[in-house]
């Protein structure tokens, strides 16, 4: 395996380069390794299951911890849902479960977000905010037809909310909820479905073997890395951060794999 063959590096965000979103400090070996492939005009993407914050919000967060990178080569859990609609229905009425971040991306996709019926899509993503009226909204609109889609895939997450630093409800949970009161099946958009990482890819301007994807998790950022024919590299963090995602069949088992990203200098 020839690293220095490899056009693009796409990393994952939390536990990867930064601990979480809500708590932006870097690993420093992740903080060589990125400058390291900036020195070498790599081309650096990022490609997170965050669903609740923008493409530009995450942008925030890593930058302010030193990784310096284009908001147009951020992508969220939330932006490839936006994109799966489009695809589908550029003119679809949705509504939204989310933190904010996810509706900014639907926004700056063109999709049409709106509270009120008809709804073609309801895409529920991780909100700590989240009213009984919405979900109970959420469930009618599916009852009445609409399309349950997941924005990422959590069970549970760790955060700071309203000053409490604690574990959370995810997006998941939410629509299990949904599914049961409606005996609808969900889609969930994001890792470790192997479209998100071909459509990043191609968004870029590359095949999926010209690509590397860096992440902590074996089940999303391996899983569908692997599926979608990328070179892929684990990096082992406490374990005890890795979020829990279902991967079903698909292959977990990294190329590549490193106690720290730094070990990835001398390979590049």
């Given at each position: 395996?020839n690293?220095?063959d ?6 994952d965000?939390d ?21 390291a ?11 997170t299951?965050?669903?609740?914050l923008?493409?530009?919000q ?11 990178i ?7 859990a ?13 003119n679809a ?5 989310s933190?904010?971040?996810a ?8 999709l ?6 008809p ?13 009984y009226?919405?979900l109970n ?8 037809g ?20 604690d ?12 599914e ?6 969900s889609?969930?958009v ?10 990043t ?14 992440g ?12 979608a024919?990328?070179t892929?590299i ?6 005890n ?13 990294p190329?590549?794999t490193v ?5 990835l200098?001398?390979?590049?």
């Open positions: 395996m690293l220095r490899k056009k693009l590096w796409i990393f965000v536990n990867t380069l930064i601990h979480d979103v809500e708590h932006p400090t870097p690993f420093a070996d992740a903080l060589k390794l990125w400058n492939l900036t020195e070498k005009n790599y081309e650096l993407a990022i490609l299951n965050v669903g609740r923008s493409s530009r995450v942008n925030q967060a890593i930058s302010k911890a030193g990784f310096m284009q908001t147009e080569r951020v992508f969220t939330g932006s490839a849902t936006a994109a799966y609609i489009y695809n589908r229905n550029p009425r949705c509504f939204v479960i933190e904010g971040g509706q900014e991306d639907f926004v700056a996709r063109g049409n977000v709106t509270n009120n019926p709804i073609d899509y309801v895409a529920v993503g991780a909100d700590r905010g989240m009213t009226q919405e909204f959420a469930t009618k609109m599916v009852k009445e609409a399309s349950l889609l997941c924005i990422s895939g959590s069970k549970d997450y760790p955060g700071v909310y309203l000053g409490l630093d574990i959370f409800i995810g997006e998941l949970s939410i629509v299990y909820a949904i049961h009161a409606t005996g609808s099946k889609v969930v994001g890792k470790p479905l192997p479209e998100i990482f071909t459509e890819v191609k968004v870029l301007g590359h095949q999926a073997s010209d690509a590397v994807i860096i902590d998790n074996p089940q999303s950022d391996i899983a569908g890395g692997n599926a024919g990328m892929t684990l990096v082992q963090r406490d374990p951060d890795i979020v829990s995602f279902e991967s079903g069949d698909l292959d977990t088992t190329i590549i106690q720290l990203l730094d070990e200098i001398s390979k590049i």
